[in-house]
């Protein structure tokens, strides 16, 4: 990796201090993602808005080099994905989705 | 002596008269007749009295300029007649000598002819490469936009079948099963990975970045990948360094990589026991790397196809399309090297790279990127998630660039089209209007400045569409900063 200036080194530290103090704010919005997804029977909408929101928490951490919270929410997202993909029938799309699901809430809900 | 000379200059005379047949005819200033010496009948023509007018006969003296020689190649003249005529004007008269030209006339038919034929046998040509290219477009899209088709669900087989086989609660032989679902659905994404591969060197694009890099870092790579005893089924695996290795050289690292875990790969598959044994070493300015397996070895008719597309050498029950090793060989020479074979039946087989490179210093990673004059620099970065915008900016700022955000395709054509900038960083996974429609309403606008694109995509095909769309250049999510300045100071450094 190229050398960062120490100021440049502190503004990024600082960056991923910020990012992870905003975890919880990312667990509100993963919520009211799964209520509403859980809420419907075939919802092809929220499956789309919570891959969204899997795929820049995914994006995000990974550039912060946050490599767990990375990796839980890249897998998560690829199940939404093939759910979108294959048409699977939603109770079994929440099950598959549930357990990468809990995963990441367990990570971001941990103390940093 | 010259008795004999004068002879033969005689005979040979008269030899070309009888072939020439020479005819003078004298006219004068108004082209009656006026003598003649030679044969008037070897030319069809009649018996002139004196003063008779010539002109009928011998029209081409109508309209000539008052010269004192004139020639004309070759004349058709009464009754297909080929001459070549000569007209020397002597005081009034003027003396005109055909000489017979029906073998010249026939050549430069013949001439003409050839050349007619060579002009139509050129277009047919032309035709027919035009065609050539068309079918090898059509059939390069048909692939690209096949392998895309089956990616997209095998893909999801792969996915579902992993998590069956990640599930504890199920009954075991449901994950042996699920896992042998697995297994052949990642065999099948290699080989369509392959086949893309494949069709993007014959299309020629596939994109080669030479930059400096550790070759430590190549070589743990490697050994990282083909070292775990689980994976090796038993054979031993050697890694050997030579001291005489640079720390650093200037080559694609991708590539490089993608080449050894080809040949490597190749070896674990085809060896039963024994070792399979990879040396790197540097002889004359060329990284030489040999992969040597104690494996059943390759028949001597075998090894001259061994590295043509779908050529394959079965010695046993393996699977495979025979692309590896054509698609290795030839991104060998994409980097101005070339991939060999020396194997005997029975006694395993040796694979040699050899890779001319320049050689860098370990600073030269850092301080080849020149970032002194970034500071004129404007970048565009569209980007739609905060915290990525964020850390972008610092690692461009910290380069010395001068930025601008969008945070929708919308904005950035605006701003495009408003702004005066150097370089466009785009998110190909946009809302709304999506990455690739961006650039390709860009280009179609005569937007010049490069455009990177950026994903957390793996898949190749994406990456073919936004090149084709008319990126510049493709960056994989998550950003890392040496790519990022890398990447940027490549394209920036060619646009001027």
Redesign the interface.
Known sequence: MAKLSVEAQHKLLHLKQEYIASFPEKVNQLQACWQKLESKKFAVNEINALATLLHKIAGSAGSHEIHDIHSAARSAEQICKSAELMGVEMCRFKTDLKSSYERLIELLQAPA | MSEHIEKIAENLYALTARKMKPLIVAVDDENNFVSHYGELGDYKLPQFDKGQSCVEELPFLVGLEDEAYVTLPIVNFNDDNVSSVNIIKINSNRYVILLEAVDEYQREQQLTQSSNETKLLYQKLQQLTQQLEIANQTKSRFISGMSHEFR??I??IL??SN?LACNDSLDANVIQHARAIERNAQYLLSLIDNVLEHAQLEAEKLIINIAPFLLHDLIVNIGLMFGSDEKNAGLTFNLETSESLPEVIYSDQIRLQQILINVIGNAFKYTEKGSVTVSFDWHDEELVVKVTDSGPGIPIEHQKNIFQAYSRYNSGSKKGAGLGLSISAQLAEKLQGKLELKSQLGKGSVFTLMLKAKVGSADS??KE?DISNNQAKRVLVVE??E??I??LK??L??YGYSTIFATNGNSALQQCENEAIDLVLLDM?L?KLSGIEVVKSLRSSKFKAPIIGMT?SSNIDDKVKALEAGCDEFLS??????SL?TAINNILSHHG
């Open positions: 997209t669900p893909s999801s996915g579902y998590l990673i850092i990127i739609d998630d915290d990525l964020e850390l610092i690692y700022h910290e996974q809302p957390a999510k998550p950003i890392q900063p040496t300045l």
